[in-house]
């Protein structure tokens, strides 16, 4: 896997990978200027709530989930000073479907945050993650 992430003016980069799919970042909008993308620690969260939405979409359609829409809602604390690194992360899990079983969904967030989600994981080797859920009958 490999990325490149190019200068675009100020604090702003575009980020693009291998498959061509590209992404624009900036720490911070010039003065009087409009904030053309998310920054790089906001762009970790996000992976983090994709990766972790596939799985527990996937390990509940395999349960014979009838899931509907899967939303997931990151929020973290970071260090006060410099490396401003994530000290918490907390994924709630808003899944929303037809006849929901709580211990499947239960399951499916479990087995993510234990075995399947590789950036949930790998951030928690820096910081303390949890993770809830709720169901929503459609």
Not at 14 to 22: I, K, P
């Amino acid at each position: 896997m490999q990325i490149t992430s190019q200068w675009l003016d100020n604090m702003c980069f575009v980020a693009t990978a291998e498959s061509g799919h590209s992404v624009i970042m900036e720490g911070s909008a010039a003065e009087g200027k409009a904030k053309r993308g998310p920054s790089p620690m906001e762009m970790l969260l996000m992976g983090v709530a994709g990766c972790s939405s596939i799985d527990v979409v996937m390990i509940a359609e395999k349960q014979r989930q009838n899931i509907v829409d899967c939303q997931a809602t990151v929020t973290a604390k970071r260090a006060d000073e410099t490396p401003r690194v994530f000290t918490e992360i907390h994924i709630h899990f808003k899944v929303i479907g037809y006849d929901l079983k709580e211990s499947a969904i239960e399951k499916a967030v479990q087995m993510s945050a234990e075995k399947y989600c590789s950036a949930s994981i790998m951030l928690g080797k820096a910081a303390k993650i949890s993770h809830s859920f709720e169901i929503v009958a459609a």
